[in-house]
């Protein structure tokens, strides 16, 4: 469940709303038309301080989302700031209708059982320790490997990042675990070794992902960074390496212009 899902039904029951056979569209809804009645200010009165948190770290999210995107928050109403940030998260999330249309012309991903996002994030749990972190997903959730599901300790990455992988998740029974991990890389999820530290991702971040990436560089550094870039077969075809104490903004720099031109290059 991504934060946004997650402020949406803390936002709901703090309203009051029984939200217990609601689905995540009806759930959004019902927050949309909360927002409409209350000027936009839907969860803005004192709840406890788990749902302020949740309520405040959204709204810190889409202002930092918006600043990485060179907008002057600081000169724009809550409004403005809602719907841009709004036309920004579109793209990644794709309708229903849009769905329907991939999956017609061929495109969707079969690969998998379901949502397979959804099924891992369930199965690991998340997590807001980077040293436990295996994947960052494109939602920019932190999913946990840190074995603490099997009775672990927590504290550190203690799983493989093929062990998220269950046989029933597969629709394809000559696929393993690697295949299954390669796909999931695929459909633009991060694969994180906090131990090094390093990413390994196939595709540009979403603008959720690039804020978590220079939040774990940030809190990680001190032991160099290096992006690995895999082609959508899982081979490597470059990586970006820094040694030492590493300036987050750079490493986001250089990744934008690799997928901008292609070119692995600091500058």
Known sequence: MSKFIRLVYAVLNHEGIDTSEMSN???????????????????????TPAENRKINDYVKTKEKTLENEGYDVSKMTKEEINQKYSELEKPLKPTLAEKQNLKDIGIENDFFNGD???????????????KETGYLFSDGSQID??????????????????????????????????DAMIELMKKGNIRVSPEYPNINLQKEPTTAQYIQIENMIK???GKGFSVEIDNEKGYSIGTLDYDGYVNPKQVIEDMKYYFKTGKIEKY
């Open 219 to 221: 809190t990680l550094n």
């Open 25 to 47: 569209d009806e759930a959004i809804a019902k927050f949309k038309e909360l927002q409409r009645q209350t000027g936009g200010k839907s969860g803005e009165k004192e709840g």
């Open 145 to 178: 490997l840190s074995g603490k599901r099997w009775g672990g300790s927590g504290g550190k990455r203690d799983e493989d990042h093929r062990d998220v992988f269950e046989e029933e998740d597969f629709n394809d029974n000559s696929k393993d675990n690697t």
């Open 116 to 130: 397979i996002e959804n099924i891992i994030k369930k199965r690991n749990g998340i997590t807001k320790n980077w």
